[in-house]
């Protein structure tokens, strides 16, 4: 059975800090998704990645496939990125399957 | 934007009632997904759905739940005999062919 495993589970930092939310999982995906989830339930994609590195705004995501472990990095932190960040993998199956397996999201806090 | 509605935006019902989840794909869509969130769990993958047909369910997806899409806008989920276990927030989400999956706002179900 895949597990994703974010690490760290909680995290407090101050406005301006750089950020990094770890992912790793144990089988082989044909994609990884960053999702943020807002304190009212919402859920945004914010990041699909197959390979190599994807750069939005302040967000940057990177995977090394090799190792099946990917980064979530924000730069600049600030106080409207506290929410929670969950990786999301697309296991490798057969007959067009692609239901996603969730880790349990990492909750970052920016204080001001 | 486009965007994924999702309605209502909370349900209540008592145990054994029949709900019906309704949601709103972005209109150039293929592909369709139901996820579900128990408060303070991880998201959890239910069923996709591709050319009118389910293309994948989980363990959690069993006779009790089924899905449709009756008009070629709305996609249904429908839990047949609702038990207390089933109270939790439920997710919507759609792609194109390739690419994101878009997420609605979600529908918090409480079952009494």
């Known amino acids: 059975k895949n597990e994703v495993e974010q690490s760290p589970q909680n995290l407090t930092a101050q406005e301006g800090e750089f950020i990094t939310i770890n992912c790793s999982y144990s089988?082989?995906?044909?994609?990884l998704h960053w999702l943020q989830q807002h304190p009212g339930g919402g859920i945004v994609s914010l990041f699909m990645l197959s390979s190599g590195k994807k750069k939005h705004g302040r967000l940057i995501a990177t995977i090394n496939i090799q190792e099946k472990h990917s980064s979530l990095h924000i730069t600049a932190s600030h106080p409207r990125d506290s929410a929670v960040y969950i990786c999301a993998v697309r296991p490798l199956r057969g007959g067009g399957a692609d239901g996603l397996t969730f880790g349990k999201g990492t909750h970052l806090i920016i204080q001001p | 934007e486009p965007e994924v509605t999702q309605t209502p935006s909370h349900q209540v019902t008592q145990m054994g009632q029949e709900v019906i989840l309704r949601c709103v794909p972005i209109s150039n869509h293929l592909y369709f997904y139901w996820y579900r969130q128990i408060l303070g769990q991880k998201v959890e993958f239910l069923v996709s759905f591709y050319n009118n047909e389910i293309s994948e369910k989980s363990e959690i997806f069993d006779d009790q739940f089924s899905v449709e899409r009756p008009d070629g806008s709305n996609f249904t989920l429908k839990i047949r005999s609702t038990k207390l276990e089933d109270s939790a927030m439920y997710f919507c989400?759609?792609?194109?062919?390739?690419?994101?999956?878009?997420f609605g706002a979600g529908t918090r179900l409480s079952v009494l």
């Open positions: 989400a759609s792609r194109e062919k390739t690419g994101e999956r878009y």
């Open positions: 089988v082989g995906i044909s994609a």
